[in-house]
Nanobody, 134 residues
Framework: EVQLVESGGGLVQAGGSLKLSCAVSGFTFGHYVLGDYVIGWFRQAPGKEREGVSCLTASDNTFHANSVKGRFTISMDNTKNTVYLQMNSLKPEDTAVYSC???????????????????????WGKGTLVTVSS
């Protein structure tokens, strides 16, 4: 069973930085017998719809939503089966519960198709709260 556990959320002042981690178990990064995969970070603020923030494929193609482009970076450490979201220049509007998610990749479709919700993610973590104060 694939499990994802997020950590690293907290309270930060506007302009500050946080680094979220997502520990993945149940399949091994780089084990291509298990197929290609997509890992993504999604967020949901109170009263708003869930938004795909950043997504990454096994071939290291990345997608970042316009709202975070230039400020957030998604990365992966294959040796630790962990995906990270480095968040810089945080704004109050970045306040949300951040969740990581995973699924196997559909051939021919880049990470933007998963962050946009065109293809649904199959496995989800419980989320970690990020609060940015003004």
């Amino acid at each position: 069973e694939v499990q994802l556990v997020e950590s690293g959320g907290g309270l930060v002042q506007a302009g500050g930085s946080l680094k979220l981690s997502c520990a993945v178990s149940g399949f091994t990064f780089g084990h291509y017998v298990l197929g290609d995969y997509v890992i993504g970070w999604f967020r949901q603020a109170p009263g708003k719809e869930r938004e795909g923030v950043s997504c990454l494929t096994a071939s290291d193609n990345t997608f970042h939503a316009n709202s975070v482009k230039g400020r957030f970076t998604i990365s992966m450490d294959n040796t630790k089966n962990t995906v990270y979201l480095q968040m810089n220049s945080l704004k109050p509007e970045d306040t949300a519960v951040y969740s990581c998610a995973a699924r196997t990749k559909v051939v021919g479709f880049g990470p933007e198709y998963y962050c946009s919700g065109y293809y649904e993610m199959h496995y989800w973590g419980k989320g970690t709260l990020v609060t940015v104060s003004s």
